[in-house]
């Protein structure tokens, strides 16, 4: 797996793929898309970026061209909270979560208590993955278990050297697994493993991944070990296609 992760961003790099004009804006815009496409949104890439550089709304629901942007904004501020290269702390994943998931109506009234998603505060209900699902993390134990979280995640970060490749790589899927498995919002949780895995690599200077809408299934399926594996294949793929698309139009 090391070599080969190695050997596709070689190639990448050396083709100059992500030096190719706007590269990071068009980047972004896919990942946002296949992340929304994953939640049920139907706003194509052509559409986002109508949307996002031009202000105009596409025919879709206004819940899904909500959903694109508050995504979009959220990208933006852990972005900017990377750059800083701050310890990530509950109160910083909570705001995260509370700007994806801004302008979507989730208030819920329960006997612990109300709480809103649209405010990134955490749920007080427990929750399964569906109809007959498995029952993630009781909610009593979230606060806690998310705060063991971010010291895991933080002690990962400052002794994983960004030009250790793989191990940097299999820490950003690697959160992306554990925070899903804490699930500690009612709303928005898979946006956020897929945004906290890539805040990792922006952090280690990584080509952020894509999870392609294409493989939804596949990708749900996997949530679990499992998940690291997948990650490196996907990873790996997408970047290939990539490749191939950026050499036929040479």
């Not at 050997?7 to 804006?25: M, R, T």
């Not at 700007?99 to 006997?111: E, G, P, R, W």
């Not at 998310?146 to 940097?168: M, P, R, V, Y």
Request: proline letters at 2%.
């Amino acid at each position: 797996m090391k070599n080969e992760i190695i050997a596709v961003l070689n190639e990448y790099n050396s083709l100059g793929i992500n030096q190719q004009l706007d590269y990071d804006k068009f980047y972004l815009y896919s990942i946002i898309t296949h992340s929304t496409a994953i939640e049920g949104s139907t706003i194509t890439e052509i559409e986002n970026q109508v949307l996002f550089d031009n202000g105009i709304s596409c025919s879709k629901p206004i819940s899904e061209q909500f959903m694109n942007l508050d995504l979009k904004k959220a990208y933006e501020q852990s972005f900017d909270f990377a750059r800083k290269h701050e310890k990530i702390t509950v109160g910083f994943l909570c705001s995260l979560s509370g700007t994806l998931m801004k302008n979507i109506d989730s208030a819920y009234n329960t006997v612990a208590g109300s709480f809103s998603s649209a405010k990134g505060e955490l749920r007080l209900l427990n929750v399964s993955a569906g109809r007959g699902g498995k029952s993630y993390l009781a909610w009593q134990k979230v606060p806690d278990r998310l705060q063991e979280f971010c010291g895991w995640l933080n002690e990962e970060l400052e002794k994983t050297d960004s030009d250790d490749i793989e191990n940097a790589y299999k820490l950003s899927f690697e959160s992306h697994f554990k925070l899903a498995s804490i699930h500690p919002w009612a709303d928005g949780n898979g946006r956020m493993d897929r945004l906290l895995m890539n805040v990792v690599k922006y952090e280690k200077n990584l080509v952020p991944s894509v999870v392609k809408k294409e493989r939804r299934a596949e990708y749900i399926k996997v949530i679990s070990a499992s998940l690291i594996d997948f990650m490196f294949n996907h990873h790996i793929q997408n970047l290939k296609q990539q490749i191939e698309e950026y050499k036929r139009s040479l």
